[in-house]
């Protein structure tokens, strides 16, 4: 018996995947595990096809095996389930959700918790990030920081100028929360300062409509680009 799923026909989770993988996909979520089995009592769809599509959104690394069932005698069923990757492509609304706590927090007059959290967060963070560049120095440290804030979704690069090296961030993962407050570019920039061990002059501003946080390393922080920018108002 094939399921009918109450979903957008036109909906597209990501590039390269077809109809019959999207409603696989979908299918996974709406059931949380699935045996192959499973997944022909909802699809119209022969068995190898569907063997197939899983081997194929296993190496997009979309879906993941969790484990095997046992039903009664013969060889168990191997059971899948979406991975981090593939629950990704559902909507999420953490960013909205934040974004609308942080106004509150605000427009209410409790800032100071939006402050003593970040605070609480850049500490956290350098305990769990200092041991990676303590034996680092010079260029190997610069790098490795930036491995770091691209790890934390930053799309962070080093380049190279002549007057010494730059890092630019390419993308900001807190940006609903920055259009409230420049509270999170505070936070982590003084831990980036802790990281490089280095001082930051700031270039450039995406909260300013600039396409990247741009950074020259080592040198003073110029009073025209002063890291402690002034928070941005929340708006009524």
Request: hydrophobic fraction near 40%.
């Given at each position: 018996?094939?399921?009918?799923?109450?979903?957008?026909?036109?909906?597209?989770?990501?590039?390269?995947?077809?109809?019959?993988?999207?409603?696989?996909?979908?299918?996974?979520?709406?059931?949380?595990?699935?045996?192959?089995?499973?997944?022909?009592?909802?699809?119209?769809?022969a068995t190898e096809t569907l063997r197939d599509h899983l081997k194929a959104l296993g190496a997009k690394g979309l879906v993941e095996r969790a484990g095997v069932r046992r039903e009664g005698p013969g060889r168990p069923h191997v059971v899948y389930r979406l991975s981090n990757a593939g629950l990704d492509l559902f909507p999420k609304r953490e960013g909205e959700l934040l974004r609308e706590l942080a106004t509150f927090l605000q427009v209410s007059g409790n800032v100071h918790l939006l402050e003593a959290f970040f605070e609480a967060r850049v500490q956290r963070k350098w305990e769990v990030l200092r041991h990676r560049v303590a034996h680092l120095e010079g260029i190997e440290r610069t790098e490795e920081v930036a491995r770091i804030l691209s790890d934390e979704g930053f799309m962070a690069e080093i380049e190279d100028t002549a007057t010494g090296p730059r890092l630019r961030l390419c993308h900001c993962p807190?940006?609903?929360?920055?259009?409230?407050?420049?509270?999170?570019?505070?936070?982590?920039?003084?831990?980036?300062?802790?990281?490089?061990?280095?001082?930051?002059?700031?270039?450039?501003?995406?909260?300013?409509?600039?396409?990247?946080?741009?950074?020259?390393?080592?040198?003073?922080?110029?009073?025209?680009?002063?890291l402690e920018a002034p928070d941005k108002p929340a708006a009524n």
């Open positions: 018996m094939s399921r009918r799923l109450a979903s957008d026909p036109e909906s597209n989770l990501g590039p390269g995947l077809g109809e019959s993988q999207q409603t696989i996909l979908e299918l996974l979520l709406r059931s949380g595990e699935a045996t192959l089995a499973d997944l022909e009592a909802s699809l119209e769809l807190l940006r609903e929360v920055v259009a409230v407050s420049h509270l999170p570019c505070r936070a982590e920039m003084a831990l980036v300062k802790e990281l490089l061990g280095e001082p930051l002059q700031r270039l450039s501003f995406m909260p300013d409509g600039e396409s990247t946080c741009t950074y020259s390393i080592g040198e003073p922080d110029a009073a025209g680009a002063d």
